[in-house]
Nanobody, 115 residues
Framework: QVQLVESGGGLVQAGGSLRLSCAAS????????MDWYRQAPGKQRELVAG???????NYGDFVKGRFTISRDNAKNTVYLQMNSLKPEDTAVYYC?????????WGQGTQVTVSS
C-alpha cells in the first residue's frame, strides 16, 4: 500500500509560479510511473505530467514548456514545478502511482490562479 500526500498549492497571480510536492509513504524507487493529474470544476480529470523511474517524462499538450516534473527517490517525493501560470490552470492537482498493480491517488491540492 502507498499513501500519497500532495502539498504546495495555493493562490497565485497569473504569470506566477508554484511548486507542488507529492510525498509517498514508502520508497518510490520501486514505483515506475508517477503522474500528476488535475481536475477543474465541471471538467474531466486530465494528465498534467508523468515521470518514470528512469526519469523519462511526458506532459499534457497544454503544458507547452511551462511545467517540469521531477522525482527525488531519496526523499520519496515527486515534484511539479509550474511557471507562467494561467487562470485556466486553476484546478485540484492530484498525484498518483501504480504499485503492485494497484493505482493509488493522493487527496489533491488546490491551485487557484487569479487574473
Amino acid at each position: 500500500q502507498v499513501q500519497l500526500v500532495e502539498s504546495g498549492g495555493g493562490l497565485v497571480q497569473a504569470g506566477g509560479s508554484l511548486r507542488l510536492s507529492c510525498a509517498a509513504s514508502r520508497s518510490i524507487f520501486s514505483i515506475n510511473n508517477m503522474d500528476w493529474y488535475r481536475q477543474a470544476p465541471g471538467k474531466q480529470r486530465e494528465l498534467v505530467a508523468g515521470i518514470t523511474s528512469g526519469g523519462m517524462t511526458n506532459y499534457g499538450d497544454f503544458v507547452k514548456g511551462r511545467f517540469t516534473i521531477s522525482r527525488d527517490n531519496a526523499k520519496n517525493t515527486v515534484y511539479l514545478q509550474m511557471n507562467s501560470l494561467k487562470p485556466e490552470d486553476t484546478a485540484v492537482y492530484y498525484c498518483n502511482a501504480v504499485y503492485r498493480d494497484f493505482l493509488y491517488w493522493g487527496q489533491g491540492t488546490q491551485v487557484t490562479v487569479s487574473s
